[in-house]
């Protein structure tokens, strides 16, 4: 039973800015932040993409910089999507050796040893049609193939893991990837290596952006037959529910905010230190709209982060790490 008015007056707890500190509930941290980052063969290369100012693609010398100057600030872990030279049919940039990812991973683990490194472990960017999986088109059309594609996806973890990546993220929405990267990591001497894996990831509208800088959207069709359909939280529960029995060590939904719900669900339900991907649409919007003078780009930024870590969120991958890191430290 709680108390009533008069007696219970929950004001009194917000009369100061120390009082509603004391009482604060959710606090945001540098800790928790993931920068994600875009890698593209080339120097002093710093392409701008157009929907998320401020984000660019990154020849490996300036996302030194970049990981750097973020790292400077707090941030402990960057998260590396690539952008190969050359696409095919089977993905081969993905677990290439000296695929974009897999130098500047080397580049990264050599110059800041205390940076995490976690890397993006998804084939779509590397294949010529954008799927994050084998396409096989007979009478009936072009399907996703899964088995053939998880083959591949253990791979490039495995590629990874030996460049030096500290954790690996598989974002392809397969069945049975966690299973088959984990064990290709084991096999290949990496039990220690984490997987964190986009493990309720939906078919969003949200990506947009993304897609530009990733330059992986899709050339014909759309992912709705490997991503979730936005509708569905219980088989999202499921979802996770698999990835945890398949080895996943971090489990993350994406996107975030239009997925409080299943974030809250996800934490309370198995307890396992959970991720949000506060994905591109989100960090553009709130961009647009500051940039029009329509909202507080800071505010707005700092309280949406903050829903997601009261929804349940304990990891916070966003494009405006770097930002947040600085307000944090102003506040
Ligand atoms: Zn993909």
Known sequence: MIGQFPACRPRRLRQSAALRRLVSETQLNVAQLVLPLFVRAGRKLHKPIEAMPGVFQLSPDELLREAAQAHSLGV????????????????????????????????????????????????????SHGHCGIVHTDKRGARILNDPTV?????????????????????????????AIRTALDHAGFTDTPIMSYAAKFASTFYGPFREAAESAPKFGDRRSYQMDAANANEALREVALDIQEGADIVMV??????????????????????????????SMIKAAAAKGWIDERGVTLESLL???????DILITYAAVDVARWIKQA
């Open 76 to 127: 402990p872990a960057v998260l590396l999507f690539g952008i190969p030279e050359k696409k095919d049919s089977t993905a081969t940039g993905a677990y290439a050796h000296n695929g974009i990812v897999q130098q500047a991973v080397r580049l990264l683990r050599k110059e800041l040893p205390d940076l995490l490194v976690i890397t993006d472990v998804c084939l779509c960017e590397y294949m």
């Open 151 to 179: 083959k591949l996806l253990a791979r490039a973890a495995v590629s990874h893991a030996e460049a030096g990546a500290d954790l690996v993220a598989p974002s392809d929405m397969m069945d049975g990837r966690v299973r």
């Open 254 to 283: 994406k996107p975030a905010l239009a997925c409080l719900d299943i974030l809250h669900r996800v934490k309370t339900t198995f307890g396992y230190p959970t991720a949000a991907y506060s994905v591109s649409g989100e960090f």
């Open 307 to 313: 829903a997601m870590r009261r929804a349940g969120a």
